[in-house]
């Protein structure tokens, strides 16, 4: 199950906040004005979009709402959790077989451990679960990578229309020096344009590419962890041991908080 990710739109609404500090610490609400130009910002949102449509292809386009949705997403699952799930698997496994796991698996929700668990309940070698479940690690490896590729390159195309702006409003200043009346809004054109262009390459979209990095990295080191556990209840291993192989790759801020909680549960069952 996925919650919302509070850091990815606390970062972006405080990156903008100390924009908008900056602008109005010096020049005031008055001032703030000439930062907006709606014709600069065309020029850098169109002319990314544009060069998006030129690098890939419609069906890998149709992936950006869900590669943006996953920026602001998280996995509510934790690995103390998971680690818990598949000692109860196992558990229930030695004491009444394989099959029982079918109605156990009611309570699971992500779908990843569901399918390696039934492909041990059918019968599946262990060597063969491994495959498919890697091969499924990878497309899901494939498949976040090209939205990782489409925020990336649009972090580099985002400053380049940046300055094709600048260029245009240096362009059309220079082409109407005898009215002075035209060098003000041409030249935010000029500068405005590099401003948004950096703007969101840096805010938005290299951060959100990656973000979306670090995600399948974890959610990569899950799977691999995943696997590990159902090998485990497919092979009968004793669940106390399968905790302790699991817990092998719990962090250290992990391991203090899971014993914080043994000694807290000890701790009510004396009273």
């Given at each position: 199950m996925k919650?919302?990710?509070?850091?990815?739109?606390?970062?972006?609404?405080?990156?903008?906040?100390?924009?908008a500090?900056?602008?109005?610490?010096?020049?005031?609400?008055?001032?703030a004005?000439s930062f907006l130009?709606?014709?600069?910002?065309?020029?850098?949102?169109g002319?990314t979009?544009?060069?998006?449509?030129?690098?890939?292809?419609?069906?890998e386009?149709?992936?950006m709402p869900?590669v943006?949705?996953?920026?602001?997403s998280?996995?509510?699952?934790?690995?103390?959790?998971?680690?818990?799930?598949?000692?109860?698997l196992?558990?229930?496994?030695?004491?009444?077989g394989?099959?029982a796991?079918?109605?156990?698996l009611e309570?699971?929700?992500d779908?990843?451990?569901?399918?390696?668990?039934?492909?041990a309940?059918?019968?599946?070698?262990?060597?063969?679960i491994?495959?498919?479940?890697?091969?499924?690690i990878s497309?899901?490896e494939?498949?976040?990578l090209?939205?990782?590729?489409?925020?990336?390159?649009?972090?580099?195309y985002?400053p380049?229309w940046?300055?094709?702006?600048?260029l245009?409003?240096?362009?059309?200043?220079?082409?109407?020096?005898?009215?002075?009346?035209?060098?003000?809004?041409?030249?935010?054109?000029a500068?405005?344009?590099?401003?948004y262009?950096?703007l969101?390459?840096?805010?938005?979209?290299?951060?959100?590419?990656?973000?979306?990095?670090?995600?399948?990295?974890?959610?990569?080191?899950?799977?691999?962890?995943?696997?590990?556990?159902?090998?485990?209840?497919?092979?009968?291993?004793?669940?106390?041991?399968?905790?302790?192989?699991?817990?092998?790759?719990?962090?250290?801020?992990?391991?203090e908080?899971?014993?914080?909680e043994?000694m807290e549960?000890?701790?009510?069952?004396v009273?």
């Amino acid at each position: 199950m996925k919650k919302l990710d509070m850091l990815t739109p606390i970062g972006l609404v405080l990156g903008f906040a100390m924009i908008a500090f900056g602008i109005l610490s010096n020049s005031g609400f008055a001032g703030a004005a000439s930062f907006l130009d709606p014709a600069s910002l065309f020029i850098v949102l169109g002319g990314t979009t544009g060069a998006l449509f030129i690098t890939f292809n419609l069906k890998e386009m149709k992936l950006m709402p869900k590669v943006l949705k996953a920026t602001f997403s998280r996995e509510e699952t934790e690995l103390p959790a998971l680690i818990e799930t598949f000692v109860r698997l196992s558990d229930r496994a030695r004491r009444e077989g394989l099959l029982a796991l079918e109605a156990e698996l009611e309570d699971v929700e992500d779908e990843f451990i569901k399918k390696g668990i039934l492909l041990a309940v059918d019968g599946v070698d262990p060597e063969v679960i491994h495959d498919i479940m890697n091969a499924e690690i990878s497309a899901m490896e494939e498949r976040h990578l090209k939205g990782k590729n489409i925020l990336e390159k649009a972090g580099e195309y985002a400053p380049a229309w940046g300055m094709i702006g600048t260029l245009i409003g240096l362009v059309l200043m220079l082409n109407n020096l005898n009215d002075p009346t035209t060098l003000g809004p041409n030249m935010a054109i000029a500068i405005l344009t590099t401003l948004y262009g950096s703007l969101l390459a840096n805010l938005v979209f290299l951060p959100m590419a990656n973000k979306l990095g670090n995600k399948t990295e974890k959610e990569v080191f899950m799977k691999q962890i995943i696997i590990e556990g159902v090998i485990g209840v497919q092979s009968g291993q004793n669940p106390k041991i399968l905790e302790e192989k699991l817990s092998a790759f719990l962090t250290a801020q992990d391991r203090e908080k899971e014993e914080v909680e043994v000694m807290e549960g000890m701790e009510e069952t004396v009273r």
